[in-house]
């Protein structure tokens, strides 16, 4: 039974940095890919990265150029390095997993984590 958990959110000034981390029971890295999303409050869920297979990346744009996701084969774990956080990056995030190929839409995720909160604030 895959699961996930998500850990590393908090209280951050805008500029600053946090990174968050998805540990992976039972993933396989060749088999599943895994997605990082978004929600605030009112707002819909937003899909802003995802990693695949031979290290493939995909970045929203509204986090180009400031997040970056890596994978530990090592430790089963997913990390989005986030800087240069500003305000309208507060947000519960949540990783997700998926088979076949790596997408920032939320379709056909099937195992997702419990969230992390990430706020962004002076």
């Known amino acids: 039974q895959l699961q996930l958990v998500e850990s590393g959110g908090g209280l951050v000034q805008p500029g600053g940095s946090l990174r968050l981390s998805c540990a992976a029971s039972?993933?396989?890295?060749?088999?599943?890919?895994i997605g990082w999303f978004r929600q605030a409050p009112g707002k819909e869920r937003e899909g802003i990265s995802c990693i695949g297979t031979s290290g493939g990346q995909i970045y929203a744009d509204s986090v180009k150029g400031r997040f970056t996701i890596s994978f530990d084969s090592a430790k089963n774990t997913v990390y989005l390095q986030m800087n240069s956080l500003k305000p309208e990056d507060t947000a519960a995030y949540y990783c997700a997993a998926r088979n076949y190929v790596c997408s920032t839409s939320a379709t056909l995720y099937h195992t997702w984590g419990q969230g992390t909160q990430v706020t962004v604030s002076s």
């Open positions: 039972g993933f396989t890295f060749g088999t599943y890919y």
